[in-house]
């Protein structure tokens, strides 16, 4: 069965850090990426990384705080987060293609239950 599990998330004060993990099971994916819901907002993209590593792309919103990595050894995909604001509370969620990279990964072929990430203050 092909599954995308997330870690990581929690309550955190503004200023602070989180990093969250996805493991993906059942099949490896080209692009694997993160995106976020608040409550009353769309589901949006925030990061993206090719198969190789070498390929990234962020939300502005995010970018230079926020950094995508993956171990493909570990068919893992993390998101390390820092100066995290408040607007930044939302619901992670884990998402995963075979299809190549794309920068707002607009296809979508496997998605994880989602992580709270909380940012007070």
């Known amino acids: 069965q092909v599954q995308l599990v997330e870690s990581g998330g929690g309550l955190v004060q503004a200023g602070g850090s989180l990093r969250l993990s996805c493991v993906a099971s059942g099949r490896t994916f080209n692009v694997m990426g993160w995106f976020r819901q608040a409550p009353g907002k769309e589901r949006e993209f925030v990061a993206a990384?090719?198969?190789?590593?070498?390929?990234?792309s962020y939300a502005d919103s995010v970018k230079g705080r926020f950094t995508i990595s993956r171990d493909n050894a570990k068919n893992t995909v993390y998101l390390q987060m820092n100066s995290l604001k408040p607007d930044d509370t939302a619901v992670y969620y884990c998402?995963?293609?075979?299809?190549?990279?794309?920068?707002?990964?607009?296809?979508?072929?496997?998605w994880g239950q989602g992580t709270q990430v909380t940012v007070s203050s």
């Open positions: 990384i090719g198969w190789t590593g070498g390929t990234t």
């Open positions: 998402a995963a293609d075979q299809r190549p990279f794309g920068a707002t990964m607009a296809r979508v072929g496997s």
